[in-house]
């Protein structure tokens, strides 16, 4: 069976007075139904443009996406014009965003809104339309959605907003959802419940997830699939469970060492240096000059997607000496 | 005599929708040397205290015991000679900086303020506390935009120990940061702890963080410490319900222990500290919760041991254990997961 | 990091009007220079025939006016007289308005109340009235010219200045500072006001363009200083021939239009340069 979303070679540019900024660099993966994968890294990863790029919503100006494929079952999204987007956005991609805040309405009521992104992709009356978004209030575990519906935003805490983000991206039974770290400005414990509830809807709904987040934690509970991006790249991809059992990338194993755990008394772990600019970049790979394990070979050649196993996908020479060495099949 | 003695601190604010009631009688001491964590979630007051301890809002009854100077009433002249004795390392690290100063200048602000030396002992202060926070020594004739967040973040924490301090209160002083960087901040403020001999107010919402950092834990919800033990014990036997929710909703980096970990999911949302619910405060999330619980205010109670909890359900038997409110042994997460692999 | 001047140049000349506004200020600039150089004695001075066509005798190029004075010296002195009233009346519009700002928007409650009651009731008064009032009672002189405008112009600095403060105040790094025991006026000095400045001094433009248009209006009326030329003056003299020597008016309309127009096109330009918000873009 053919995944439900294939992105190859995705690559997006900003163009800025100060230069080119390479947000997005050949960038792969591919996303199953019923699947969630999380693109997790840290601030100027370009995890968020990648979502931008699949919404077809990168801001030009600056932003441009110079080439790849982005395929939706047999239609390559990046081909279609901004017409046939728009019917795409919100009824077979949907988003939600991270300010729960800022990225509802505020003089509209939440019911109101839902209403709208129902009316937006489907032929249905109003009353009906009406009925679905009290339907998805209640879908989202929002107690008393008939009482909410005439709600505005303001009155509702982070946490509820969130969760009417998640039904107006429901509105319309999307095959892939695209959550930009949705719990990053919520409370702890209202993150739990964000993210449980993204989790028992993504098995009801049957979708593709794709979870961007810089929280290796969030990752831990609710993806089964990870890749981590670098400096605009894909370093590594594997299955979750591997990811934190054998991290095999020098900057994963860098990251996981730099969280806190309990128990553990030491030191953290910290990568040296500072997250590059984009802009300058280095001829090899983007991690070498922070990368403990670097070699002169990494500072002159970029690392190709190597593929070990049949699940997992690592860009790093070091890494692939090193699984090479334990007698693994690497196929460059 | 501890090093920071608060007393019954209350501090509120009014607004237009009524008033906010963010710190509500606490009761805390921080020892010399002494890292204490301050947790909670947004609207708790853990901010709040933090800026009250500094006066940098003034709170409305109880008092703040500074090295054995109660500085609660200071006029500003008398205040500005206790002043060094604690500073702060704030969140932002892009807000915090004059975006027009140099970094030369806002380290060496806090000496010029409180007339530290000769203009020549403060430029050496100033290039020996950029090696201690590890920046180059062309820094000096920079601003703060030329930097990254981590490399802000050190030039606030050598604003902030310039003065010498006793105490530091490190307002969220690691949230904004990612995640490689935060390791190499959090590093930093540890060294400079065992070298320094600072003590450490550090308030996050992070327990993870908090864990890795210090010596003993306050736990606070809606404007008051509903729980408080060192570190160890606090993780062992989290006693208060509230505590025992936050802990489990910390994500653990380990995804077979995500899985099959018993989710405490608590009910509802944070309540507004405009409005705290009666009785205990937390009593409208508490999946525990009695009818006493919804009347009565628990007191803040020291059980054996240097723990305290101001929970009802909360009972030291007549053997010297303690009963407590639980889900089951499963329920958190014990102290099991593994580093990463190396 | 580049050189800031170089810095502030590159940015500015992405604004090509900006950089023809400028183009047109040095030229008045230039001309309020050398007036007394070209045009050595009083401007003032009745010099020969009345009511002279421009471009008819080669002595007086810009023609005179209706008492026989020369147009082109009137221009040039009067260019310096306009751009000194200006400069000045914005000065002192910007001076009044950032304390008044800078104190209300940084202690807020009731000293923000009663200044910006305060600031309400200047805001309130019609400007010219106001105005011509004021030099009506103090008299036409280039002081009280300059002091009145400076006295209605400054209500919109004191709004954007304590707006501006109010948001910084609330920075981390004013948090610092008082954290640190700065005291209040050296904040607002040393860390906030540095901050503020830059939209200040965009309005502070715009501020020199309304003061150039006030002091016309008042010389047009005939209560500016009559004893200093001034574009202003010369239309006032020239109303009354306007259906046969309409040049005497004309002229100098054109030169404050254009004055008016560069300063404008400046105010812009330092807009694009100093509004952070579109940095980078």
Known sequence: MSPLLQVCDLTTHLFTVEGVVKAVEGLSFDLDADETLALVGESGCGKSMTALSLMGLV?????????????????????????????????????????????????????????????????????????????????????????????????????????????????????????????????????????DLLGELQGEFGMGVILITHDLGVVAGIADRVVVMYAGRKVEEAPVDDIFASPLHPYTQGLLGSMPRPGLEERLREIPGVIPSLIDMTPGCSFAPRCAKAMARCREEQPDHATIGDARVVACFAAEEEVAGRGLAVDT | ?????????????????????????????????????????????????????????????????????????????????????????????????????????????????????????RKERVAWLLEKVGLPTDSLKRHPHEYSGGQRQRIGIARAIALNPKIVICDEAVSALDVSIRAQI????????????????????????????????????????????????????????????????????????????????????????????????????????????????????????????????????????????????????????????? | MANPVTEFWRRYRRNGAAVVGLAILCVVVAMALSAPVFFPTNPLRLVGPAELWPLTDARFPLGTDSLGRDIAAQLAHGAGTTLIIGLVASLVATTIGV????????????????????????????????????????????????????????????????????????????????????????????????????????LASLIVAGAVLFESALAFLGLSDPNIASWGGLIGEGRLLIRTSWYVCALPGLAILLTVLALNLIGDGLNDVLNPMLKNR
């Open chain 2, 186 to 342: 959090i590093n930093l403020l540890t060294d400079l702890r065992d070298e320094l001999g600072l003590s450490y107010l550090f308030i996050s919402h992070d327990l993870s963080v908090v864990e890795h950092i210090a010596d003993r834990v306050c736990v606070m919800y809606l404007g008051k410490i509903v729980e408080i033990a060192e570190r160890e014990r606090l993780w062992a036997m989290p006693l208060h319900p509230y505590t025992q929710i936050l802990m489990a909703a910390v994500p653990v980096l380990d995804p077979k222990i995500a899985r099959e970990r018993k989710k405490i999911i608590p009910r509802d949302e944070l309540p507004s500290p405009l409005n705290p619910p009666g009785g205990c405060r937390f009593h409208t999330r508490c999946p525990y919760a009695q009818p006493k619980c919804r009347d009565e205010e628990p007191p803040l109670r020291p059980l054996q041991g240097r723990q305290s909890v101001a929970c009802h359900l909360v009972t030291e038997q007549a053997d010297g254990s303690i009963a407590y409110p639980t889900m089951a042994a499963e329920a958190a997460p014990k102290n099991d997961v593994r580093g990463a692999p190396a």
């Open chain 1, 59 to 195: 801001p030009d100006p600056p932003g441009r996406i110079v080439g790849g494929q982005v395929l939706l079952g047999d239609r390559d999204l990046l081909q279609l014009s901004e017409h046939e987007m728009q019917k795409i956005r919100g009824n077979e991609i949907a988003m939600v965003f991270q300010e729960p805040m800022t990225s509802l309405n505020p003089v509209f009521t939440v019911g109101d809104q839902i209403v709208e992104s129902v009316l937006t992709h489907r032929q249905v009356s109003r009353r009906q339309a009406r009925e679905r978004a009290v339907e998805l209030l209640d879908l989202v575990r929002i107690p008393d959605p008939r009482g909410r519906f005439d709600d505005y935003p303001h009155r509702l805490s982070g946490g509820m907003r969130q969760r009417v983000m998640i039904a107006m991206a429901l509105a319309c039974d999307p095959d892939v959802l695209i959550a930009d770290e949705p719990t990053t400005a919520l409370d702890v414990t209202i993150q739990a419940q964000v993210l």
């Open chain 3, 99 to 202: 304390g008044i700002g800078a104190a209300a928007g940084y202690y807020g409650g009731l000293v923000d109340d009663v200044l910006m009651r305060f600031t309400e009731i200047f805001q309130t008064i019609p400007n010219l009235i106001f105005l011509l009032a004021l030099v009506a009672v103090l008299g036409p002189k280039i002081e009280h010219v300059v002091i009145g405008i400076g006295l209605i112009s400054w209500t919109s600095v004191a709004r954007l200045v304590r707006a501006e403060f109010m948001t910084l105040r609330e920075r981390e790094f004013v948090l610092a500072s008082r954290a640190m025991g700065m005291s209040d006026l050296r904040i607002i000095v040393t860390q906030i006001l540095p901050n503020a400045i830059p939209p200040v001094i965009v």
């Open chain 2, 1 to 121: 005599m501890a090093l920071l003695s608060i007393r019954d601190l209350m501090a509120h604010f009014e607004t237009p929708r009524g008033t906010v009631y963010a710190v509500d009688g606490v009761n805390l001491d921080i020892g010399s040397g002494e890292t204490v964590g301050l947790v909670g979630e947004s609207g708790c007051g853990k901010s709040t205290l933090g800026k009250a301890i500094l006066r940098l809002i003034e709170p409305n009854f109880g008092s703040i015991v500074l090295d054995s100077v109660d500085i609660t009433h200071l006029k500003r002249r008398q205040l500005a000679r206790h002043r060094h004795k604690v500073q702060m390392i704030f969140q932002d690290p892009y807000a915090s900086l004059n975006p027009r100063a140099t970094v030369g200048r806002i380290i060496e602000e806090p000496l010029m303020v409180n007339g530290w030396g000769s203009d020549r002992e």
